[in-house]
Nanobody, 124 residues
Framework: QVQLVESGGGLVQAGGSLRLSCAAS????????MGWFRQAPGKEREFVAG????????AYADSVKGRFTISRDNIKSTVYLQMNSLNAEDTAVYYC?????????????????WGQGTQVTVSS
């Protein structure tokens, strides 16, 4: 059973930065596509960023392109989300997810494993 544990959320002022981490255990981390999703109050969960096995292939939502960077360390079984130039619209619970797939996908329904989420609040 794969377990994902997020950390690094918190309160930050607009324009600031945060780095989220997601530590995986219980599976072969290097064989999973990993993704970050977020869900704001009253809204559906949305794709933020995804990364393939090796880390060479990445995908981003248009709303975060140029501000967020996803990366992974397969030795540490950890995926990261560096978030810069944060604004109030980035406020949400951020979830880490893993998929037993060969390519990065944006649909939440295709991910097999989920973390418990970490709150990111951006004050304006």
């Amino acid at each position: 059973q794969v377990q994902l544990v997020e950390s690094g959320g918190g309160l930050v002022q607009a324009g600031g930065s945060l780095r989220l981490s997601c530590a995986a255990s219980g599976g072969i981390f290097s064989s999973y596509v990993m993704g970050w999703f977020r869900q704001a109050p009253g809204k559906e969960r949305e794709f933020v960023a995804g990364i393939g096995w090796s880390g060479r292939n990445t995908a981003y939502a248009d709303s975060v392109k140029g501000r967020f960077t996803i990366s992974r360390d397969n030795i540490k079984s950890t995926v990261y989300l560096q978030m810069n130039s944060l604004n109030a619209e980035d406020t949400a619970v951020y979830y880490c997810a893993g998929a037993r797939l060969r390519t990065v996908v944006v649909a939440a329904s295709l991910y097999d494993y989920w973390g418990q989420g970490t709150q990111v609040t951006v004050s304006s």
